[in-house]
């Protein structure tokens, strides 16, 4: 009995040296894939990266219609259409997402951050 157990110590010993050996090669990829993902986040591609990018400047902290995010989109090189525009932000940042709300001021629909 003595003897199984100092032969099963002995295999734990060489296993817990083999998952020492495949964490440490772990490690960096773990790191590369943190910083891949922090790099992501903070990509402004495409119309919904153009109005996330207006948002991380704080463009949209008050309530502005769609022409004036256009216009803006355009300042920062984002050249899309009226309806396009429209479209993102009714659908994907109003509904589906939640990051915006819409107020209506003198009849015009106005978008503005959720809080």
Do not use: C
């Not at 296993?15 to 490690?27: A, D, P, S």
């Not at 910083?35 to 990266?49: C, Q, R, V």
């Not at 109005?51 to 219609?65: A, D, E, Q, T």
């Amino acid at each position: 009995m003595a003897e199984k157990i100092a032969e099963l110590e002995k295999k734990l010993e060489i296993y817990e040296k083999r998952i020492g050996k495949l964490e440490k090669l772990l490690q960096p990829k773990k790191a590369e894939l943190q910083e891949t993902k922090s790099k992501n986040e903070n990509d402004f591609k495409g119309l919904i990266g153009g109005i996330r990018f207006l948002i991380s400047k704080g463009f949209l902290n008050s309530p502005k219609n769609v022409n004036q995010i256009q216009e803006d989109l355009k300042k920062e090189g984002y050249h899309y259409s009226y309806d396009s525009v429209d479209k993102i932000l009714r659908v994907d940042l109003l509904q589906k997402q939640k990051i915006l709300t819409r107020v209506k001021e003198e009849n015009v629909w106005k978008y503005v951050i959720r809080k």
